[in-house]
């Protein structure tokens, strides 16, 4: 669903049911990244920034679109404005339900009235942050999101989001000898926040995940002074 923001008042209210509204239900996110959230999941009325420099930087797009997709499958509205080179077929491939999917790819000069429009109606509002916003802007819409239970997704440079991913570094498997298809991409994705997400985490993970191996071996970092055993999610 493709929409321009005067669109926007006929599709917040109907959007999700009011059972939706519970703050404290948690919206789920794949196994793939449950491990990177202080509770395994989105917290309605949290903000979880994603990657924190210019988007589409190092894969910030595939993790972006992953955040969304359990949430999606489970009957979440999601929102993502200000991305308008996102594809459906990218969306699609990576689990998320196009029927609750709305896009708004050119919000215009009132960036912050759209996001704050959505957030009123629309479980999980992906915004693209457009340059530099105030922090009067980000403390109006992140008090936003607590008050109607919607979770904030800033996709960009975010000063004080409850937790920030990005993603560190990554590669793609597929091309052999300079031949072949692309098939997924290994990505190295770390987590930095505040209160339960205070601690930093790394996890290696193939996206598309195979929903076999879900996450690859231990990132080796100065804090892993101790050898674990082997998890399906592994931290550190």
Same mark, same amino acid.
């Given at each position: 669903m493709v929409l321009g923001s005067a669109a926007l008042s006929g599709l917040v209210r109907p959007a999700s049911g009011p059972e939706s509204t519970d703050p404290h239900r948690m919206l789920p996110v794949p196994p793939e990244l449950a491990g990177l959230l202080p509770q395994r999941g989105l917290?309605?009325? !949290? @903000?979880? /920034? %994603?990657?924190?420099?210019? *988007?589409?930087?190092?894969? !910030? @797009? !595939? =993790?972006?679109? /992953?955040l969304l997709a359990e949430a999606s499958r489970a009957g979440s509205w999601c929102a993502v404005v200000g991305v308008p080179a996102l594809g459906a077929v990218a969306a699609a491939e990576l689990g998320i339900a196009l029927d609750r999917l709305a896009l708004v790819p050119h919000p215009g000069p009132e960036w912050a009235t759209v996001v704050a429009a959505l957030?009123?109606?629309?479980? %999980?509002?992906?915004a693209a942050v457009p340059g530099t916003v105030s922090a009067s802007v980000t403390s109006r819409l992140a008090a936003r999101a607590r008050q109607r239970g919607s979770v =904030? %997704? *800033?996709?960009?440079? &975010?000063?004080?989001?409850?937790? @920030?991913?990005?993603? =560190?570094?990554?590669? &793609?498997?597929? =091309?052999?000898?300079?031949r072949g298809r692309l098939r997924r991409r290994e990505m190295t994705i770390s987590a930095r926040g505040r209160g /339960? /997400? %205070? +601690? *930093?985490?790394?996890? +290696?993970? &193939?996206? *598309?995940?195979? +929903?076999?191996t879900r996450v690859g071996e231990l990132v080796p970092t100065a804090a892993s002074a101790v050898r674990q055993p082997p998890l399906s999610v592994v931290r550190t």
């Open positions: 917290r309605r009325g !949290s @903000t979880v /920034a %994603v990657g924190g420099g210019h *988007p589409g930087h190092q894969g !910030s @797009t !595939s =993790l972006m679109l /992953a957030i009123d109606g629309v479980d %999980v509002v992906v =904030l %997704v *800033p996709y960009g440079r &975010w000063v004080g989001a409850d937790l @920030t991913l990005q993603v =560190l570094r990554g590669r &793609w498997e597929g =091309l052999d000898q300079g /339960a /997400a %205070v +601690r *930093p985490k790394e996890i +290696r993970v &193939w996206m *598309p995940g195979d +929903r076999k």
